[in-house]
């Protein structure tokens, strides 16, 4: 699997969109760019996935770009809640997690 | 629809006693992965299987750790004779197909080495 770089950290202000970005040079042509974050200690909880369009749902936005190089995570609104280590993962099998960057939302 | 359910949420084991953790995929998934996570540290993949069959074990420890996905019931992650390194949050991961990966998780298992 293809490995990710991420910033260590960041934060955001509430209500202010959040964007996390994720280099992937080495991504190979069938490999997916997944989103996934751990909120505390809770299970990993799933995001967004993509290929090559970007892609959007009720949660978040994934930005890729063209080369596939490298992606963004958009949360559009973040709130409290959304205070957690976000993972970018590239893989066409099993969830290879790394560090991840940990969103910190203030108030 | 309930999601992937693991059980038990905590458990504390004495050094030398064997651990049993389980985990029921969600509905129609026939894919289940095992990871850990020691305190402080990311989460590490330890095995993937379909029914009946390791598809990849390369993140297992090589004693005492074994896995199963039996044709009926829950996967079983099972430690033999723990110690107190094997003190993590054990998370379960079901999907329905390989390739595209939108897995779903379990709240995981908090296993204790006493």
Redesign the interface.
């Known amino acids: 699997d293809a490995k990710t770089t991420q910033p260590p950290s960041m934060d955001c202000a509430e209500g202010r969109a959040a964007n996390l970005p994720c280099n992937h040079s080495t991504i190979s042509g069938?490999e997916?760019v997944?989103w996934y974050r751990?909120i505390h200690?809770?299970?990993?909880?799933?995001i967004i996935?993509g290929l090559k369009n970007n892609e959007t749902n009720e949660m978040a936005s994934l930005i890729i770009t063209e080369d596939r190089k490298s992606s963004t995570l958009i949360l559009p609104h973040a709130t409290l809640r959304d205070t957690a280590v976000y993972y970018c993962i590239v893989?066409?099998?099993?969830?290879?997690?790394?560090?991840?960057i940990t969103l910190s939302v203030r108030p | 629809n309930a999601g992937v359910m693991q059980n038990p949420r905590h458990l504390v084991r004495r050094r030398g006693q064997e651990a049993r953790l389980r985990c029921s995929p969600m509905k129609g998934h026939s894919h289940v992965y095992w990871y850990r996570q020691l305190p402080e540290e990311g989460l590490k993949f330890m095995v993937y299987l379909q029914k009946e069959n390791i598809i990849d074990e390369s993140g297992m420890p090589k004693e005492r750790f074994s896995a199963e996905f039996p044709k009926e019931g829950p996967s079983i992650l099972r430690i033999q004779q723990v110690v107190r390194g094997d003190s993590a949050a054990y998370f379960c991961a079901s999907s329905s197909s390989l390739g595209v990966q939108r897995a779903f998780f379990g709240q995981g298992t908090r296993l204790t080495v006493v």
């Open positions: 069938n997916y997944y751990q200690s809770q299970g990993p909880q799933y996935h893989s066409y099998s099993k969830l290879t997690f790394g560090k991840g």
